[in-house]
T-cell receptor
Framework: NAGVTQTPKFQVLKTGQSMTLQCAQD?????MYWYRQDPGMGLRLIYY???????DKGEVPNGYNVSRLNKREFSLRLESAAPSQTSVYFC??????????????FGDGTRLSIL | AQSVAQPEDQVNVAEGNPLTVKCTYS??????LFWYVQYPNRGLQFLLK??????LVKGSYGFEAEFNKSQTSFHLKKPSALVSDSALYFC???????????FGAGTRLFVKA
């Protein structure tokens, strides 16, 4: 049981380039999330998808777009990468679609550097 | 608005001693509270969560957390620390019925042999 799988694990981009971070979960979870982790700032929510077919903005959505492709997959796209988007990106999923008290399950992250 | 504070950037303890990692929160209504642990180059792993009515919550790897409503705190504890407990610990809060989970900045625990 793989849980939450993120690809790629590492990526270096030049300013202005675009890329898509992939995330898939095999736990049949309804909700999926994208976070970024920066030193001393904890995790900040970029976008989330409460259920298949819906997406909503989190705390820091500017510069990003998302697609909930199906129940398993939730991708994050950087259309024009900027150095401020250098970070570690985590995808997570949880069982609830109604904001319950179930914990989130995290992938191992994508380490993204923008030069 | 929801917020979580972890007042200590780092906690140092000797192996075998008790440990406490502090967390205070602010949320409207009843909160869902969580602790997660992160090891190097890995994602966050769930440790435990607050369930209404249980002021002392037991979780994985011998950890427990004490909920105090009047102080709006949810401190993580362990009676006897292990070197392998050294990691980054995050407290998180979600408003009942909400989708967004707010994470604290994290506390690095260092357990010395």
């Amino acid at each position: 049981n793989a849980g939450v799988t993120q690809t790629p694990k590492f990526q270096v981009l030049k300013t202005g380039q675009s890329m898509t971070l992939q995330c898939a979960q095999d736990m049949n979870h309804n909700s999926m999330y994208w976070y970024r982790q920066d030193p001393g700032m904890g995790l900040r929510l970029i976008y989330y998808s409460a259920s298949e077919g819906t997406t909503d903005k989190g705390e820091v959505p500017n510069g990003y777009n998302v697609s909930r492709l199906n129940k398993r997959e939730f991708s994050l796209r950087l259309e024009s990468a900027a150095p401020s988007q250098t970070s570690v990106y985590f995808c997570a999923s949880s069982e609830a679609s109604g904001g319950g008290n179930q914990p989130q399950h995290f992938g191992d992250g994508t380490r993204l550097s923008i030069l | 608005a929801q917020s979580v504070a972890q007042p200590e950037d780092q906690v140092n303890v000797a192996e075998g001693n008790p440990l406490t990692v502090k967390c205070t929160y602010s949320v409207s209504g009843n909160p869902y509270l969580f602790w997660y642990v992160q090891y190097p180059n890995r994602g966050l792993q769930f440790l435990l969560k607050y369930i209404t009515g249980d002021n002392l919550v037991k979780g994985s790897y011998g950890f427990e957390a004490e909920f105090n409503k009047s102080q709006t705190s949810f401190h993580l504890k362990k009676p006897s620390a292990l070197v392998s407990d050294s990691a980054l610990y995050f407290c998180a809060v979600r408003r009942t019925g909400g989708f967004k989970t707010i994470f604290g900045a994290g506390t690095r625990l260092f357990v010395k042999a």
